[in-house]
Every structure is written in structure tokens, then in C-alpha cells.
């Protein structure tokens, strides 16, 4: 069969194969685009999930009608005047307008600054249409219907309307966070409306709008530079966790990216702080001369080369490591708001207890006032107006019992107090102290705490000197990719310090001769093709210390104070000022929290104070 030259529509649809893979991906382009043109509204409107229509309005630049000719032609583009080793733009190929026309409806009417009219271009499936005058703002509208029209086989392969909606408010999101000066609104029929206000220079701002408020009050500031690379941002504290890497945004120059190599640095970073499973919530902003990072090695330009990959993930370990260190040790903020909750009472206003104004549905008067007296019919609870927290009336809600297990303690020093979990004031149900602080209280789950405090004690014991090693009688060979064996050759060193012993055992092999003597009798085979897939897929091996972590877990568990054990003052005492002194006792080695902090502002409004 001869060779021939491909047609520039086939060529294009190709091209959208790579460039364009859903809906999301084209919103993608369209405001890169936009953000290059120094846009400072960017209006984003879809429906049937992007596939039937997909608009982006900017108030940038714009483009005059020669330009607009040449911006639909494939690697027609602005932004490289100085080559690809200095890439400044988000968008830099020129393909994504080219491949879109290929493969959808597309329209495009633009005005630049300081032109007194506008043009329009439109192209159909790959068919062009000349460019003409039209009406039009400065800046862009552009306008993609009927989404892979051209290639019906792609929309086979497309995931519902909803999860393409979805996809495209991932894909503001993350825009959202990379510009705060730029105000975003997502609309359309098939989604609520999305809006990001400008925050301007206020990063965490325009994060808690993204994000959520609960990220501002569980988030730490990060600031550190090695070289030629620094980084900003906030770290979410251990126990503020999520179920998935959802939450997790990461920036090289402003372009979201998602590469392993940043992944797994968030990883080690927070290692021995979340359990497994549990992801941190992090935004972090990577400032890097552009040319020692390669932004050209993937289609949606998602993935990043550093030129010193090792600077970059020692930076990012090291600064998360330093500000848990100094600043993570505490409860997550939602431990606290989740026990105010608990004391809502039935009927209570949406706010309670944040909210002391009555609902519009029971507006005041004498009759609903909790000021007026109270009566009592007979087997009748009193009754007040909902929503007033603890105030009067309303404590008769709560069918609470003193607990016969509380056990009080003697007035606490100011000393005492002054100290971050305070003073112990009494223990309940034999399980949880109750410690009086400068502005609240802190309630202390005895057995968690004291878990992780003796779970760190055997770690730090583990790291201080070798693991002792169990010698095997006949060495056990494993057959592997020579690949592989390169990888786990390479870490040798750090294997024994942990107790595995390895050596190389001809080109595709490696012997195991040692194991760690506190795993016991364990499949040798098995670890070493765990660590060695851990090492392909993030270039680092934590699954065997992980399984020491683990043992050392066990051991604390069945070794720390257990509930039900009632505690002297001084040990309660002694055990608040263990944990304000161990990194990490914030939570247990389960990632449950240790202990919950309520504010006096908060308590009083419980009871209607304030």
C-alpha cells in the first residue's frame, strides 16, 4: 500500500484525538487562552455537559481579523518568541483551536483593544469559513456546539452529562485557584451556577471559595526556596484529610498540573502523619525558571520535567515536613463544629448556634420570647422558641444524666492553664479528660492519645538504630525485570538500615538473605515485587516501612492506657503535656483525632450569651 499525505481535516482530527479527549479538555484550552490574553473576567457557559454547547467570554485583548485567520490553522500561535525553552503562556502549540473546528461546530468573534469593529471566523467539522465583520466587545467569544459531531465514535466513549459537567467545574476550579485576581462565573442548563469573585493578591481567599471556609482555619502557610525554586502555598493539617486526591492542587508557573513526581513528594510529606487511605488538602505554587522545567511532554500539558527532580521533591518533603512540625499538631476545626452540631436541638434554626435571630417563620413576639417565664404543665417539658442554643428554657431538650463516672478535680492554677491543652478539670466515663484552657476546653480521648504517643516512642526507637535483621537459612531468589532490579539495587542501602537484606543475583534476579526479625515468618517474594512496583510507579518504596509502622501501631494499641481506666490528676496532667511536646499527637495511629478543642465564644453561644 503506497504512502500518502493525510488531509489537514484528518490531520486536525488526529491531532483532537490527543489535544481534545472530552469536553473538560476543551474548556481547558479555551481558558488557558483566555488567561493569556490578560483576562480579568472569564465567563464559562455549558450544556449537556459541555458535548452540545461549551462558551468561553473573556475581556481580554482580543484579535483583529488577520489574527483571527490564522488562529484556526494548526501551530499558529503568539507565544514563542523565545523557543521552548522559555515558555511563559499557559497555551504554547497552537493546536487546540485547529482540532476543535475539526471535530465540532465552531465560532469565534473577537475585538481587539483599540479596533472600532470585530470579526468573526467560523469552522464546521474542518469546513472554514471566511472571516466577517460582526459585532462584538473587546475581547473574545468563543462558542464550540455539537462537541466530536465529527467523529461520532469519541462520543461513544464520553461518560454522562453530569460527570462531563463535572469535569469542566474541576477544571474552573483549578483555574479559580491559579488566578485569584481573575473573576470566573460557570453557568448554564445543565449545572448551578459557579462563581468565583476577583479576590485579587488574596490567595486564601479565593481558596476558601473553591475550597471551603473549613481550609482557612486548618491550613498552614508555606514559604521556602532552594536555588532556583520556590514555593508558596498552605498545607492542610494531618487530621483535616479527605477520602480522595481531589483536594489536592499543585502549580508549576501558574499551570495546574497533576505529575507523580509532586504526588508522591505529597505522599512522603505526609507519610507518617495520615493513615492509609486518607489524602491531605494541600495548594501548593511552584516558581521555577522556565528553563529547567519542561511543560512539552503531555497532550494536555497535565505532566512537568524538572530538570533536578531531587531539588524539587526535597523541597516540597522538607517545607511540608518543617510546618506540620511547627504548627500541625493540632485538631482539625471540624471535630468541634461536628460536637456543636451534636448539641442542636430538634426544630432548631438552620444556623444554630451561630444564629440567634428566630427563624422568619416564627418571627418574635411575647409568646415565643425565651425571656418570658417558663411554665410547666404536668409531665410537660418547658418549652421555648427553637434556635437559642442553651438559653432557658430550651436546656429542658437534652434528657441528660450526671454521669456517676465523672471524676472533678481541684481548682487549676492559672500556670496550668496557660498551657496549650491547659489543665485537666475532670475525666468522664472513665475514657475522656477535660482540660480548661486560656479561651475553652479541650476534650482528650485518653486511649487514643496515649497510642500515638507510645506509637512514636517505638518509631523513633526504630529510627535511632538498625531493625535488627532474621538471617534466612537458604536465601530466597526472586525473578524479576532487570528494570526492577537496577531500581532495588539502588535503595540496597536503605532496605538494610530497615532489616532486608538483597543482593544481585544475576541480571534478572535478586536474593533476599535477610528479613526484619519483628515481621516474623512473612512472604519474602512478595515484599520485594511490592517494593519494586512502588518504585516504578512513584520512585519511592515506603511499603516495608510501612508494614514496621504498622507492627509498631499494633504494639502501641495493645500497649497504651486503656478506656475504662480512671486516670490521678497528675497523670492526666502528665499525659496533656506529653502530647504538647510529640509531633503528630493530634491524632491516633487510625487517624481518628485525639482530641477536640470548643472555643468560650463558641460555648457561650450554647448557652445564648452571645
Not at 400 to 427: F, V
Not at 499 to 521: K, N, S, Y
Request: aromatic residues 4%; proline residues 7%; charged residues 25%.
Amino acid at each position: 500500500m503506497p504512502i500518502s499525505q493525510l488531509s489537514e481535516t484528518l490531520i486536525n482530527q488526529i491531532a483532537a484525538g490527543e489535544v481534545i479527549e472530552r469536553p473538560a479538555s476543551a474548556a481547558k484550552e479555551l481558558i488557558e487562552n483566555a488567561l493569556d490574553a490578560g483576562a480579568t473576567r472569564i465567563d464559562i457557559a455549558t450544556a449537556g455537559g459541555g458535548k452540545a454547547l461549551l462558551r468561553v467570554v473573556d475581556n481580554g485583548c482580543g484579535m483583529g481579523a488577520e489574527d483571527l485567520a490564522l488562529a484556526i490553522r494548526r501551530h499558529c500561535t503568539s507565544k514563542l518568541e523565545k523557543g521552548l525553552l522559555d515558555i511563559r503562556t499557559l497555551g504554547f502549540r497552537g493546536e487546540a483551536l485547529p482540532s476543535i473546528g475539526s471535530v465540532a461546530r465552531l465560532t469565534i468573534a473577537s475585538r481587539a483593544a483599540g479596533s472600532s469593529e470585530g470579526a468573526e471566523i467560523a469552522v464546521h467539522g474542518g469546513v472554514l469559513s471566511p472571516v466577517r465583520p460582526a459585532p462584538a466587545n473587546i475581547g473574545t467569544v468563543v462558542e464550540v456546539r455539537d462537541l466530536f459531531f465529527a467523529t461520532p465514535a469519541r462520543l461513544k466513549f464520553l461518560k454522562s452529562e453530569r460527570a462531563e459537567a463535572a469535569a469542566i467545574s474541576e477544571v474552573v476550579r483549578r483555574m479559580a485557584i491559579a488566578f485569584p485576581q481573575v473573576r470566573f462565573v460557570l453557568s448554564g442548563a445543565d449545572r448551578a451556577t459557579l462563581e468565583f469573585p476577583s479576590t485579587g493578591d488574596d490567595r486564601l481567599a479565593r481558596i476558601a471559595q473553591v475550597i471551603g471556609r473549613d481550609f482557612r482555619d486548618n491550613a498552614i502557610p508555606i514559604e521556602a526556596e532552594r536555588e532556583e525554586v520556590r514555593l508558596t502555598g498552605f498545607a492542610g493539617v494531618p487530621t483535616f484529610n479527605r477520602g480522595n486526591s481531589l483536594h489536592q492542587f499543585v502549580f508549576v508557573n501558574g499551570r495546574p498540573v497533576q505529575d507523580k513526581l509532586i504526588l508522591s513528594a505529597l505522599r512522603g510529606a505526609y507519610a507518617e502523619t495520615i493513615p492509609q487511605g486518607r489524602y491531605p488538602v494541600v495548594v501548593l505554587s511552584i516558581a521555577i525558571d522556565p528553563a529547567l522545567v519542561d511543560v512539552n511532554v503531555h497532550p494536555a500539558k497535565s505532566d512537568v520535567r524538572f530538570r533536578d527532580p531531587g531539588l524539587v521533591r526535597g523541597l516540597i518533603v522538607g517545607s511540608i515536613r518543617q510546618v506540620l512540625a511547627l504548627h500541625g499538631d493540632r485538631a482539625s476545626t471540624l471535630g468541634a463544629r461536628g460536637l456543636m452540631q451534636a448539641f442542636r436541638p430538634e426544630g432548631a434554626a438552620p444556623g444554630w448556634p451561630f444564629r440567634r435571630d428566630p427563624p422568619p417563620s416564627a418571627p418574635w413576639s411575647a409568646e415565643t420570647s425565651p425571656s418570658r417565664p417558663l411554665s410547666f404543665e404536668p409531665n410537660e417539658p418547658a418549652r421555648a422558641a427553637p434556635g437559642f442554643g442553651f438559653a432557658e428554657g430550651l436546656q429542658s431538650v437534652f434528657a441528660t444524666a450526671p454521669s456517676a463516672s465523672a471524676a472533678p478535680l481541684p481548682p487549676a492554677s492559672p500556670a496550668e492553664i496557660q498551657h496549650p491543652l491547659g489543665a485537666a478539670r475532670a475525666q468522664l466515663h472513665e475514657n475522656y479528660i477535660v482540660a480548661q484552657t486560656q479561651d475553652g476546653l479541650v476534650i482528650v480521648d485518653q486511649h487514643a492519645a496515649h497510642e500515638r504517643l507510645v506509637f512514636e516512642a517505638l518509631r523513633k526507637g526504630l529510627a535511632s538504630r538498625p531493625v535488627p535483621a532474621q538471617a534466612l537459612l537458604i536465601p530466597e531468589i526472586v525473578d524479576l525485570p532487570e528494570e526492577d532490579c537496577d531500581r532495588l539495587i539502588a535503595r540496597a542501602e536503605e532496605f538494610s538500615r530497615l532489616g532486608l537484606t538483597i543482593e544481585r543475583f544475576g541480571p534478572g534476579a535478586i536474593a533476599v538473605r535477610d528479613t526484619p526479625a519483628m515481621l516474623g515468618e512473612i512472604d519474602a517474594a512478595a515484599l520485594i515485587r511490592q517494593l519494586a512496583d512502588e518504585l516504578a510507579e512513584w520512585d519511592s518504596a515506603s511499603g516495608l516501612a510501612s508494614r514496621l509502622d504498622h507492627l509498631a501501631a499494633t504494639m502501641a494499641c495493645h500497649g497504651s492506657v486503656r478506656s475504662g481506666r480512671r486516670l490521678k490528676p497528675e497523670e492526666m496532667n502528665a499525659l496533656l503535656r506529653q502530647m504538647e511536646s510529640t509531633p503528630g499527637s493530634g491524632q491516633c495511629n487510625h487517624g481518628r483525632p485525639t482530641y477536640i478543642e470548643i472555643k468560650l465564644a463558641d460555648i457561650e453561644r450554647l448557652f445564648g450569651r452571645s
